[in-house]
């Protein structure tokens, strides 16, 4: 996995340059199976992607408020490695302090590595159980609280998460 740190001498870039990670499929198939949370909530954005960015800090708001409660929240972003700065400016700007992932080549093997239903629309967002199995998905926007319930209802032993777009 790169690790990509700047030497600009900012605290907080540095800081966030320290959670950019280009990540491969095979790698975050990898990062995915060795999870030990009972839920991972997986979210493809980008920075090219106004809707995405409109919803990113709620996506910030939802990794915060889940940690250490059984689920491991794992953002990836679907710019190109030429544009993990401008990943890492976002990410300085909305004060992110998780890890946060740049899909190193979000091409169709990715995608459909993935879920075969997966279309490539940005954001995308997959839920999965203990096992790595996808148990809700949808492409697009919701609210914080489609994707908190969500979260809720799988947490709460709900292995279907129990909510329809």
Known sequence: MLMLVAGCGNRDRETAVKLVKVIDIHELKNLISTQTNDVVFLHFWSTYCPPCMDEFPSMI???????????????????????????????????MRHPCYVADNLNDTFITAISQNWSGALPASFFLDSHGTIVESWEGTRSYEAYDQVIRNLVNGDKKGNMKP
């Open 61 to 95: 708001t939802l990794a915060d408020k889940w940690e250490g409660h059984g689920v491991t929240v794992l953002l990836v972003s679907a710019d190109s490695r030429r544009n993990v700065v401008a990943v890492n400016d976002y990410l300085v700007k909305h004060q």
